[in-house]
């Protein structure tokens, strides 16, 4: 049974599953980055109805489908020029940065919302470890609401008091629970394969990796820390 009394105000719709979660935000907005570029089908779907923010190199998927986002925001070291031009033909607004800089191109991105959005954000797995290490870590830490999605991977985060439903489209080859903070105290995972009851997680020794789902919807909550939930599903090389 779950421990907290969270009403699920809120739908995430993502092709493969629906992320029932608490705390009402505003307007849901994709970010489109520079790693493995989501299928042109999956980024078709999650852009329809969302606003869409470009980050760097994720102008070129914008590009390749005439998709018009919102914004061109980084500092263009990876995103190749005809892809940055065709922004500036149809009149995007671009806020460009130094290469020099002390924020990353996705934390700078992040800036420009406040607390009221939940942000998806495609293109980030895949590429560079230190990348994806300091995305996961910057969104895990910031008061946005957000997921790292494509059709392979799907990572959102729980935070202490918080509960969470998850019903699955398509069932995911596994489910993996990774501590963010030192510990996660009582942690609760229903209908999967190993169960968790108020259990703590720790950082140091992240071993609740590759369970499997058991039912159309799982429930998950957290007394205390941050908890990043990790799917992965089938396609991924």
């Not at 590429?127 to 959102?156: P, Q, Y």
Request: proline share 4%.
């Amino acid at each position: 049974m779950l421990r907290h009394v969270n009403f699920m105000t809120n739908i995430l719709k993502l092709p493969q599953l629906e992320i029932f979660y608490p705390a009402p935000t505003g307007r849901e907005i994709l970010f489109t980055a520079g790693g493995r570029r989501p299928s042109n089908e999956f980024f078709i779907e999650v852009s329809r109805g969302r606003k869409i923010f470009a980050v760097d190199k994720g102008i070129e998927i914008c590009r390749d489908l005439n998709i018009l986002p919102e914004i061109l925001i980084g500092d263009f070291d990876s995103a190749e020029s005809f892809a940055v031009n065709w922004a500036r033909e149809n009149k995007i607004p671009i806020e460009r940065h130094p290469v020099d800089k002390d924020l990353t191109d996705t934390q700078l991105a992040l800036k420009l919302i406040d607390e009221k959005h939940f942000v998806l954000i495609t293109g980030i797995f895949g590429g560079r470890f230190d990348h994806l290490f300091s995305n996961v870590f910057t969104c895990a830490a910031s008061k946005i609401k957000t997921c790292l999605v494509d059709e392979r991977e799907i990572i959102f985060f729980v935070k202490g008091g918080e509960s969470f439903s998850v019903k699955f489209f398509v069932k995911p080859m596994a489910l993996s629970l990774l501590p963010i903070t030192e510990t996660v105290e009582g942690v609760t995972l229903k209908n999967v394969r190993w169960e968790l009851d108020g259990a703590t997680l720790r950082q140091n020794f992240p071993n609740a990796v590759s369970n499997r789902v058991e039912a159309d919807t799982i429930k998950i909550s957290a007394d205390k820390g941050t908890l990043a939930v990790y799917f992965r599903f089938e396609g991924l090389d």
